[in-house]
């Protein structure tokens, strides 16, 4: 299993007018695995996950996800496919309750009747350590939970593969340990994670690969030791001269 | 419900016992007391006058055209200044049918719903690529062409409009129970199946949708079709209404049909209601009906008043009168929220 791969994308580009903000990215995503992806603010990491998701189009190259193309493809129908995604700054429905918020995600992108989805989700809840706080106005929430929210409504909708989008951010310590611990659970429940991260602890914690973007480029992939370890990745992203 | 664990990878935990209530004490009351209305509203002519049926028939029509632009404007984020032409082409169809093709009028109200519907679609090919204002501006131009274009059309007898002559071939009585009867399956069809709808998965679609599409899209939504299913049926809820009301009134011209004041009066009941509730719009509709009941002779001064307390409720209570209401008391009528219970084990 950890040989079949989930996601192909091959030499995938996206320009806003001049500005060429992923530039001939190839990777893979292999069933089973977390995949790390590291870069400096504005490398294109969260167009990468737009493109992915289908927020945005690619401008050129080919994705295939489980045997099939997502060129053309809305995100909603990707959603529906196993391809789940929070975002970096939340999103929460504020007007509805933490538990219809996860609901939605659950009985359209999970494609569950919403009966199946109620046990389903109130499961996610806890795992995500929002279940007390289902009945709260998602409106209401702090931010830290707000990012919970994120995660756990992405979960709710029944992935195959997991887009995070820096939710290990503005966490403490021990936040950022639990965090962890819950990553690898999901990854351990056959959940296919690209994680986005500045946090690197954590991203080292839980990788088995890693990708490196600069200005739209991918400039090292590997295992996390050996990316870390680069040169130019060293001179980069970490501001160390070789 | 707790089959959900057998097709998740939930099934490696135990799946929590949980159930989801919905129904409060005051729904319970609200919905009891709704039925009442609509029985009461079907057997006016049993107990009211001529002149109180013509009044209430006015407000119901009020309520369907405000709820169907608070689905539009409070769940799809569609803001809409054109709902006339869906009032419009509704009532013509009717008096079309009625009058000129000899159809029962009665049937024909409710087959009339077919005209907006047909207006509706194409419109929303036009107009769906442009964004808030510019959608709204667009929604006017489309109700505009359809006055000038109605204005014009000899078949409808142009800018002299149309009677519904064939009405007088009914008694009295017979016109006040079918408009009665019209009028309470207009609520319950508008109304009522806002609230069913608003229940149902859809309605977190649409909450989800109103509150941040992007993330609703990314969710599984599909939400440019769910968009244009709502505008559908808001034109034909809108359409329904606009032909109960011609028909009451007996006579259309294309400035009454296409009158831009249709929309004002949705904005005002929604916006000073409280957006997004269906309690606010029967709060709204009360208040816009009996405001132009008391202080309509006003003339200038009134609309001027209006408009103040609509950019009052819009710039300081943006939930309107419902929203200042659930602040104090937490007593909703139409419930839609799913509130999870654990049960212990």
Redesign the interface.
């Known amino acids: 299993m950890a040989n079949s791969i989930l996601l192909e994308a091959r030499g995938l580009n996206k320009a806003f007018g001049a500005l060429r903000v992923v530039q001939d990215v190839s990777f893979d995503v292999r069933a089973g695995e977390v995949l790390g992806i590291l870069g400096p603010n504005g490398a294109g990491k969260t167009t990468l996950f737009n493109l992915v998701s289908g927020d945005l189009r690619i401008d050129g190259g080919e994705l295939i996800f489980d045997g099939q193309s997502l060129v053309g493809q809305p995100s909603n129908r990707r959603c529906r496919i196993g391809i789940g995604r929070t975002y970096q700054i939340p999103r929460p429905y504020v007007g509805m309750t933490t538990f219809e918020n996860l609901l939605v995600a659950a009985s359209f992108g999970g494609g569950k009747t919403e009966a199946e989805s109620y046990s389903f989700c109130a499961q996610i809840l806890r795992d995500c350590e929002l279940i007390d706080k289902a009945n709260r106005s998602a409106g209401s929430l702090t931010l830290l939970d707000r990012k919970r929210l994120e995660l756990a409504r992405a979960l709710a909708s029944a992935p195959k593969l997991l887009l995070l989008d820096e939710i290990a951010g503005g966490l403490t310590d021990e936040e950022g340990q639990a965090l962890v611990k819950l990553i690898r659970r999901i990854r351990d429940r056959g959940i296919t994670i690209v994680w986005i991260e500045h946090v690197l602890h954590a991203l080292l914690a839980v990788a088995d690969r890693m990708m490196v973007l600069n200005f739209g480029e991918k400039i090292a992939e590997g295992a996390p030791a050996d990316v870390i370890q680069d040169a130019e990745v060293r001179r980069v992203y970490m501001g160390i001269e070789g | 419900?707790?089959?959900?664990?057998a097709?998740?990878?939930?099934d490696?935990?135990d799946?929590?016992?949980?159930?989801?209530q919905r129904r409060t004490a005051s729904s319970i009351v609200a919905a009891v007391v709704s039925l009442a209305a609509l029985g009461g509203i079907a057997s006016m002519p049993l107990w009211a006058t001529q002149g109180q049926i013509r009044d209430v028939v006015e407000l119901c029509c009020y309520i369907a055209v405000a709820q169907m632009w608070n689905l539009l404007a409070g769940y799809a984020g569609i803001v809409s200044v054109g709902q006339q032409a869906f009032v419009g082409v509704a009532a013509y169809a009717l008096f079309i049918m009625a009058q000129l093709w000899g159809l029962n009028p009665f049937v024909a109200v409710v087959l009339a719903m077919i005209a907006p519907v047909l207006l509706a679609i194409p419109t929303y090919g036009l107009l769906h690529r442009l964004d808030g204002p510019y959608f709204a501006i667009g929604t006017w131009v489309i109700a505009e062409v359809m006055r000038l274009a109605t204005s014009v059309f000899g078949y409808v007898n142009a800018g002299a409009g149309m009677s519904l002559r064939v009405m007088a071939s009914y008694s009295a009585t017979e016109r006040a129970v079918g408009v009665s009867i019209l009028c309470a399956l207009m609520l319950l069809v508008t109304v009522g199946g806002s609230y069913w709808l608003l229940r149902s998965?859809y309605g977190?679609?649409l909450?989800?949708l109103?509150?941040?599409p992007?993330?609703?899209?990314?969710?599984?939504?599909?939400?440019?079709r769910l968009r244009f299913l709502i505008w559908v049926a808001a034109a034909a809820g809108t359409g329904l209404a606009g032909a109960i009301y011609f028909m009451a009134q007996l006579r259309i011209t294309p400035p009454s049909a296409y009158d831009p004041n249709w929309a004002n009066i949705a904005i005002f009941i929604v916006m000073v209601g409280g957006l997004?509730s269906l309690e606010g719009v029967i709060i709204g509709a009360l208040i816009y009906f009996f405001a132009d009941r008391w202080f309509g002779e006003y003339g200038a001064t009134y609309l001027v008043v209006l408009g103040l307390l609509t950019l009052f409720m819009a710039l300081f209570a943006r939930g309107g009168i419902w929203g200042l209401i659930c602040r104090r008391v937490d007593a909703p009528w139409f419930p839609t929220?799913?509130?999870?219970v654990?049960d212990k084990r």
């Open positions: 419900m707790t089959d959900a664990s097709v998740s990878a939930a490696l935990f799946p929590p016992a949980v159930r989801v998965r977190l679609a909450i989800a109103r509150d941040n992007v993330a609703a899209a990314s969710q599984g939504v599909a939400v440019g997004g929220r799913r509130i999870l654990e």
